[in-house]
């Protein structure tokens, strides 16, 4: 609609302004961060490739391998809490930068491991370094999108996890044929590359990184008071710096705002299916190869080409998802489907029917687990207030690391116990069920808080 002179009513203005300034967050933003996630999730999750002969050559049990996977996510959880405080005080651009130099330095380290003791020191090291990361990015993207948009600018950062499979898949493979190069082992190489780069993207992290979005310089006036507006009228108005004199202010305010934020029930419930969820998920990946290998009857080579497709595949499905989600704002509806179709796909491995049916599983895996935590993280932004955002997603996050760490440990020792991954699979179905359970009593009570 126009006005008898020709030009745009105030809501088209307003539309056209709106549809600058996340374009130019989206493009600033997202990409940098999206890198930053594919080094992360690359550096804790490419022992599952390094494994099998890492294993062998050190001489681990898969008892001893599940606690050195899992060690990771304890440290992790205990230190997530006070890193986000760290990051609201000190602003994102700083605090991601350390965490990622920290991290890649110790991810490379990696390869002069040589006894357990030593493999779980520097696993629980590197949960230490990592420890605040993802919270602090969705504290961050929740301070530049609004709510209507939140759902799409979390799945372009968050479709860097599946993506990172497309590289981890054929970088991990051609990594360990570099066996016995310059005297390392093919594991020994694939900590050492993959670590690296972890350092120079925060760097640039570091360097590139806009702070709050009243500061830069790219953004003009008109499209401020836009943004402004917007993220105001959703309560999400303040910048990090202002959220850190809430969350993690001095005084009586700062123990008022942690205790509320720690004892609300959206945190708590949250937390908990973030807790089932993640233990299931990352159970899975931390043995993702040897399963595949095993149920689907594949070479290693096939396997690093099967794990690279399933990540264009996850990295599509969660797009969706995000486009979705906002479209019809219930992210509950989206968190439901997407965990009763991981449930089936664990069942799918649990019956052990065949290869052909074990691949299907696996594909229904990878289309559905990415929009699980997407749609946690989409009802926790959309449904906490911003004083208790910068602690209340690091408490969810922190519940959902308990999972990851105790679940692996679980898995290796039934793995030792009965020489195969059947009984494992039977307990990740079992946790998906709860988690299905604690989602709809979530969707019962935001459906009594929504006003009539």
């Known amino acids: ?36 996630y594919m080094t992360a999730f690359m550096d804790r999750s490419n022992i599952s490739f390094a494994a099998k002969t890492m294993n062998a050559d050190l001489g681990f049990s898969e008892t001893i391998y599940g606690i050195g996977g899992g060690i990771f996510f304890l440290s992790y959880a205990l230190f997530e809490i006070p890193s986000n405080v760290i990051l609201a005080r000190v602003g994102a651009r700083k605090w991601i930068a350390r965490i990622m130099i920290t991290w890649g330095l110790v991810a490379a380290g990696m390869l002069f491991v040589k006894t357990p003791m030593q493999f779980y020191a520097m696993r629980f090291l590197l949960g230490i370094c990592e420890a605040g990361f993802f919270p602090g990015v969705i504290l961050y993207l929740s301070q530049w999108f609004p709510k209507e948009a939140r759902g799409r600018a979390i799945s372009r950062f968050y479709i860097s996890g599946p993506l990172t499979r497309v590289v981890l898949g054929t970088a991990s ?88 934020a720690l004892r609300h029930p959206m945190v708590l419930l949250l937390g908990a299916i973030g807790l089932l969820t ?107 207030p911003p004083r208790d955002m910068p602690v209340g997603t690091a408490m969810i996050n922190t519940m959902s690391q308990v999972g990851a760490f105790l679940c692996p440990i679980a898995w290796g020792m039934a793995k030792d116990a009965t020489g195969s991954f059947h009984a494992g699979f039977v307990g990740l179905v079992g946790l998906e069920i709860l988690a299905l359970v604690l989602i709809l009593v979530l969707a019962r009570n935001l459906a009594r808080r929504r006003p009539a």
Request: charged residues 10%; contains cysteine.
């Open 1 to 36: 609609m126009t006005t008898s002179g020709g030009g745009m009513t105030g809501s088209e203005a307003g539309d056209a302004i709106g549809a600058r300034v996340l374009r130019k967050a989206g493009w600033r933003i997202i990409p940098l961060l999206g890198l930053a």
């Open 173 to 260: 493979v051609w990594l360990l044929s570099l066996d016995g190069v310059a005297g390392m082992k093919g594991w020994q190489w694939l900590f050492l590359v993959q670590g690296l780069p972890s350092v120079l993207v925060g760097l640039l992290v570091l360097a590139l990184l806009p702070g709050d979005f009243r500061s830069v310089s790219w953004l003009d006036a008109r499209e401020k008071a836009w943004l402004a507006g917007e993220l105001e009228g959703q309560g999400t108005g303040q910048g990090v710096g202002q959220a850190a004199g809430q969350a993690a202010g001095q005084g009586g305010g700062h123990q008022h705002h942690l205790l509320a």
């Open 278 to 384: 993640t233990a299931t998920y990352y159970t899975f990946t931390l043995s993702e190869p040897r399963i595949l290998a095993s149920a689907i009857g594949l070479a290693l080579p096939q396997v690093g080409y099967l794990v690279s497709f399933a990540g264009l595949l996850g990295a599509a499905a969660m797009l969706f998802t995000g486009w979705l989600s906002d479209r019809s704002g219930n992210r509950v509806r989206f968190l439901f489907v997407s965990t009763a179709l991981v449930t089936l796909a664990y069942v799918g491995f649990a019956a052990n029917l065949g290869p052909v049916p074990s691949l299907i599983a696996y594909l229904l895996y990878v289309s559905a687990w990415g929009s699980v935590t997407l749609s946690v993280w989409m009802v926790c932004t959309d449904m906490l």
